[in-house]
Nanobody, 125 residues
Framework: QVQLVESGGGLVQPGGSLRLSCAASGFTPGQWSVGWFRQAPGKEREGVSCISKSARGTYYADSVKGRVTISRDDAKSTVYLQMSSLKPDDTAVYYC??????????????????WGQGTQVTVSS
């Protein structure tokens, strides 16, 4: 059974940091690109960052570029999203998903599936 499970969310003050984890099971994660997405209340889901198979490439949305680093450890079947300099606008439920494309942004944010249940990130003082 394919499963992606996000964790690491929480309440953090503006300027703080969090590391989100996306744990994969039921498939060989090294054969898939993985992306992080987020959805704030009343807004559409948006792509945040993605990492290609074998970490051959990464992509960052302009809204998080310079503040976020995506990485993967296929031995642990986990993809990480290190976030720093967090802003209230980063408040959202964060999801991870997989994509069979070799390069994670080959088709933009299309082609992602097997969504996890999400982890809440709240940035507030």
């Amino acid at each position: 059974q394919v499963q992606l499970v996000e964790s690491g969310g929480g309440l953090v003050q503006p300027g703080g940091s969090l590391r989100l984890s996306c744990a994969a099971s039921g498939f060989t994660p090294g054969q898939w690109s993985v992306g992080w997405f987020r959805q704030a209340p009343g807004k559409e889901r948006e792509g945040v960052s993605c990492i290609s198979k074998s970490a051959r490439g990464t992509y960052y949305a302009d809204s998080v570029k310079g503040r976020v680093t995506i990485s993967r450890d296929d031995a642990k079947s986990t993809v990480y999203l290190q976030m720093s300099s967090l802003k209230p606008d980063d408040t959202a439920v964060y999801y991870c998903a997989r994509n069979p494309a070799y390069y994670c942004f080959a088709n933009g944010w299309r082609g992602y599936g097997s969504w996890g249940q999400g982890t809440q990130v709240t940035v507030s003082s």
